[in-house]
Each structure stands twice: as C-alpha cells, then as structure tokens.
C-alpha cells in the first residue's frame, strides 16, 4: 500500500456557516494501482486530492504516504515531500510559458537541486516516452492541448514519483485525446514502483481504472467497480 | 549560477515588457539619484575650494566661522599666540575678503581677493605664467584662470586694472584645482597690500593657517586655541563644516535632498508597482512551483534575486548614463560643478537596494500567502 487515509474530515468556516467539504473519509492506493476518485462538482474530490498531497491541512483524520503521517511534517518536509515522492499533472497544466517544452518538463529535477544541463537531458527522455521529441524547444502556446497534456504528465514523471495525481485530465480535451492520454499514462507510466490517482467526473474514461471511488457530498459511496 | 536562479532569470527574461519597465524605471531613478546627489557633492566640493586650495593643515578660526567665505576677522596677537602654542612649527595669517575690480571698459566686478603671508606666501597657487617672487612687486596681484576669468576681460600679464580705487597689475597666471563656486574670480595678492588696500574692519586677519610638527600635536593646539576663545580645525574637520553649513543651513541641501527623495519614489514606484504586477502575473506559476515542491525560501531566493537582476541592471545603465552627462557637462560648462564620488555611487547603491528590497518584500509577502491549491481549481 503506497498511500492510506483515515477518517479524513476538512470543512471551511464555523458554524452555523461551516461548509463539510470531507466527511470522515477513508480509502488506501496500492502500488501498480490507476484509482479514480470520480463524483459530481462539489463532491469534495479536489479537497481530497489537495489533503492527499499535503497541500490542504484536513480537521480530523491521518493520511499515511508510504507508512508516514505527513500532516506531521513540517511545511518544509511537507514541500520536500511532494517533491519527492508526488508527481502532478494539473487540470490547466500549469506549464510555465516562458520555458521550452524542455525546460518544463525540466522544473522538478531543478527543484531537486539537478544541474541545469543534467535536468534537460533527462528531460529529454521524457520527450521520448511522452512522443514529443521534435517539441523540445517550443513553448507551451505553440503545442496542441494534448501537447500540452502530455508535457505535464513528463514534468510529472520526470522526477520518478511514487505517486503520480491527474486532476481532471480530460476537461480540456476532445474525447479522443483524452482518452489516448489516459490509456498512455496506464501502459506506460504506471509499474510495480507506482500508483496513479485520477480525480475525474468524465466517465468516458472510466475503462482504464484500476478501482473507482465515487464521492458525493464529501463522502466516500459504495458503488460496483469495474470488472478488472 | 544554480538551477534555481537560472529558472528564476528565465522567468524574468521570459516577459520582456515587464523587465524593459522594471530596468528602465530602476536606470531613471538612479540616473536622476546620481545627478541629484553628484551635482551636491560638486557644489558643496566647489564652496570648499579656499581649504582645499591653500592647503593648510591646521585653520584658526573664530568659533561662529562657518565657511571659509564668510570670516569673523580676528586680532593680530592671536596669530602671535599660536606660533607659541608648543606643537605648532608655524602658523601663517590669511586674508579672505572680496574687492570691487573696475575694468578698462568701466565696468565694475566682483572679485574674491585672497592675502597670502608675506613672508612665506603660505597657499600661493601655481602659476601658469609670471613668477612667484613677481607679487611683490608693487600693487601685483596672480589672477586665477578659471571659469570666472573671463570676467576680468581675460587679462594677461602686465595688464593693469583699478581694485577698490587702488591701482593693481597682474603679475602672474594662477591655477587652482578646484573653481570657486560663487561665480567671482580670484586675485592673490600679498596679506600686508590686501590688508591695507581693501576696505576693512578693526582687525583683518581673517584666519591663521597652521602647520603642527606631527599629528599627534593637534589635540593640544586646538584645546590651547580653544583656551583663547577660538576655535583651531582641521582642513578636514573644516570642510566638514563647511559641508554641513550648506547641507543644513542653507536650502540648497534641503532642495537637493528632496529631488533626490522624488527621484528616489519615482523610481522604488515604478519598480515596486511594475514587480508587483509581475509576481501578480506569475502566481499561479509561484502556486505551481509550490505544489509541486518549491519550499518558500526557495521562492523567495528566486524573488530577491530577480529584483536584484533587475536592480543590479538599472544600477549599471543609470550610473553609466549620469557618468556621460556628468562628464558632457564638465567638457562643455566650464563651471559645471558636479562630481561623482564614491559617497554619491554608495548612496545610489543603497537606494537602489531598498528599492530591490521593498519592491521583492512586496512580492514575497504576495508569493508566501499563495495557497498551492489554487492550482487545483480550473
């Protein structure tokens, strides 16, 4: 088990005006294991994901990273942490428009404290998996959606994650894209070392989960899983 | 250069417009900073130019002299008093007062009439033609070529003129390193014709110059000076006052002191609002970077040493820019009186980097409060 939550509750503000985003939630990831946490806008899926990775501090609960409670951790530990052991692609990207295709993918390994020439070079074998190797010096506003997609699933990977979290990673894109891009990341990113959390409400892609969590109202629901 | 600061630059260079704003505002301020505080320094250096002119190393004064422009006359047994004090190898009478010059085209100017010791011509500036012996010739005086020289009609040895309806000739060509800064030409003349010829009060001396026989003397001069009801100083010490006696009682340091305070807002305005904007522009990058595991002080080293670049850039520029004007105006006003030191270069530094300072605590305070979680909502 790579990833553990127990009992996780997260609201904003106080009564009587208290918002329950989380309620008492509880659920595990297991290496090699492509979970989706699906379930309509305001379910809580986002809150989850950002109490997960040590971005949103919950009210009650534990959430245990490769056996460790980080909400124990410092904010320093808890950035190194996320570097470390975390890999994101976010809903917008969040691609920096300035950098070369390249030179983004290149961010975590920068962070990491890699040398310049030593993170473009690995940055470049990324390219390779993620099939962009003729992109490597244009800048994001000059690459396709799925472009732009799949450099932020190389900026996620390039670092070597445990853990690598999709938020939402088919809202900007057409059917088809969207759906190459999912299966892409489950043949060719997900291994034994790793596991994947896919939070989406797009059920098109729902073929490639490993196990489907469905939200409503901050809480857990039981639902039929996908036959494997 | 770290990978980090190399992402921080790219980042910086990557919005051109933002980063032209940025140099140009920080290159403006310290252009006008320099002019400000170089034309200062010039001025306060140039209203100096007696002291550092004659060369003395020790200057008896009445306690209320302020500047050596303005003297308080003192009695001749003061003189004799300090050429007695133990410590002092000689000590030398000085007149400074001005005369009333009538040219051959019967017009009047003013002029600063400078009386050296007779006997030892203590100060006497170097000549450029005649020789020094020729100011004692009868009614000699050494003209100074400077700015100001031109307004005596430029006159050549030999030439003769009428000062304080006493006849004068000028006897020799002067140079001195630094130009008078109240716009009246110099004469030098000998102590005892100065004294006897110009219109004066009671007593004439107008200061003693003093040479002590070691450093270590002049504490006791000046506290046995002080005992007589006069006040022994420096040159140094006495261009110190001289320097404060405009930067604070006249207003031309109050004046200058705040056109530099503008050009000191204009600039941190610029710079602070144009940062600002820029880290505006970039949170969601700041927000990204910090949820994928940029510690904040991270952020904030990338921050600081933006505003530095561009700092650093505006500094340069606007240094080189006020040193070519600075140095246009010298070639072309003679009595441009601006100089750049290490004081006024020091001073714009400084303001550069609170500048730098306040325009990153500005961003950084913006940059600590991102919430990473941001970047989870589309």
Known sequence: ?228 | MSGLLKLALKLLLGDRGKFLTLVIGITFAVFLMMLMTSMFFGIIQHSAANIINTGARIWVMDPDVQTPQNSIPMPEYVLDVVRSIPGVDYAVPLYVGAGLVRLDSGTYQAATVIGLDDATLFGRPALLAGRPLDIYRNNAFFVVRDANYAKLGSPKLGTTFEINDHRGIVAGIAKVSIGSLFGLPTLYTTYGRATQDLPSTRYVMSFILAQPKSAADIPAIKRAVARLGYRALTDREFTTRNDRFYEFQTAMGTNILIMTLISFIVGLSIAAETFYMFVLDNLERFGALKAIGARSSELVTMILYQSLVVSFLGFGFGMLLASALVAFGKLRIPNYAAIITYQNILMALAMVLLISGISAYIGIRRILRIDPFVVFRS
Request: hydrophobic share 40%; glycine share 6%; proline share 5%.
């Open chain 1, 1 to 228: 088990m790579i990833l553990s939550a127990e009992g996780v509750s997260k609201w904003f503000g106080e009564a009587p005006a208290r918002t329950d985003a989380l309620r008492d939630v509880s659920f595990s990831v297991n290496h090699n294991e492509m979970l989706y946490i699906v379930g309509p806008s305001g379910s809580g899926k986002t809150t989850l994901l950002s109490v997960i990775s040590g971005i949103l501090r919950p009210n009650a609960g534990t959430v245990l990273v490769e056996g460790k409670d980080i909400w124990r951790f410092d904010a320093d530990s808890l950035a190194d942490f996320r570097l470390h052991t975390l890999g994101f692609v976010f809903q917008d990207y969040h691609l920096f428009p300035r950098l070369t295709t390249l030179e983004n993918i290149a961010v975590p390994l920068i962070l990491r404290r890699v040398p310049w020439d030593k993170g473009l070079e690995k940055a470049r074998q990324m390219l390779e998996i993620v099939e962009l190797t003729d992109k490597a010096e244009l800048t994001p506003n000059r690459l396709s959606g799925g472009e732009q997609q799949r450099v932020a699933i190389a900026r996620a990977i390039v670092a070597e994650p445990d853990l690598l979290i999709l938020d939402e990673p088919t809202a900007s894109l057409d059917g088809d894209t969207g759906r190459r891009i999912v299966a892409f990341v489950r043949q060719q990113i997900l291994n034994e070392r790793r596991a994947i959390i896919v939070v989406t409400h797009d059920d098109r892609i729902y073929e490639y989960a490993s196990r489907i969590i469905h939200m409503e109202d901050g809480r857990i629901i039981e639902r039929p899983q996908p036959a494997p």
